[in-house]
């Protein structure tokens, strides 16, 4: 379903990494593992559209991305590592919001996303009230509602406790079991789940990185 053909990243004139070649299918959880500094993120943002490769290629259900990119970004739902939340809002209008434009949920399908990130309580005080943690909070919630099959995700467990990441993991089995893909990383130990988990590693070096 995607697809990256010799891949390669720049950034502050050093090589990140270049040749990076893999595939993702349906239903495929895929953990990027690689030491700070070795362009785990900038790999998130490219294969999310926010920034182009130096060199190489994107292509999406077999089509480059260059010609299909409305029909990519239908299917996408990326979560950074900013929370990309409207502080003046609250959670519930954050969600209301997103619903909006990406999606046909209903009021109770809100209050469920709610629940299930431990925010009912708080869904009419605004985010900018709210701690870091609750704020990020606010932004996996969305998971709960996107149709997109693609999630690409930057450390989605930062500031959830442990309840939490259990309830994140439980429902990216769901998601992959259902033909989703899931790319993320994380510095954070993940609970233990069902779903066998694909480690692709950045390799930190002078001229290039390889999956391994």
């Keep these: 379903m995607l697809a990256i053909h ?8 050093r090589q990140l990494f270049s040749g990076l070649n893999e595939a993702f299918a349906p239903g495929d959880w895929v953990q990027i593992e690689g030491s700070n500094g070795a362009g785990k993120t900038s790999l998130l943002r490219i294969l999310a559209g926010l920034a182009p490769p130096d060199d190489g290629e994107i292509r999406w259900r077999q089509r480059s991305l260059r010609q299909c990119r409305s029909e990519y970004y239908r299917e996408l ?3 950074g590592h900013l929370a990309g939340i409207k502080s003046v809002l609250t ?7 997103y619903q909006g434009i990406s999606g046909s949920q209903t009021a109770d399908d809100i209050e469920r996303a709610l629940e299930q990130v431990g925010l009912l309580g708080y869904e009419d005080v605004r985010a900018a009230g709210l701690s870091a943690g609750q704020q990020r909070r ?14 690409i995700l930057d450390e989605p467990l930062t500031a959830i406790d442990h ?9 990216f089995e769901q998601h992959c079991a259902t033909g989703g893909i899931v790319i993320m990383t994380t510095h954070q130990p993940l609970p233990a789940s069902r779903c066998r988990i694909r480690k692709v590693a950045l390799a930190m070096a002078e001229t290039a990185s390889c999956f391994g």
């Design 138 to 151: 606010i932004a996996l919630a969305r998971l709960w509602l996107t149709p997109a099959s693609l999630w």
């Design 77 to 79: 739902l990326y979560i």
């Design 163 to 171: 309840q939490g990441a259990r309830a994140l993991v439980r429902l």
């Design 91 to 97: 959670p519930r209008e954050n969600l209301a919001f």
């Design 6 to 13: 010799n891949l390669a990243c720049v950034r502050d004139d």
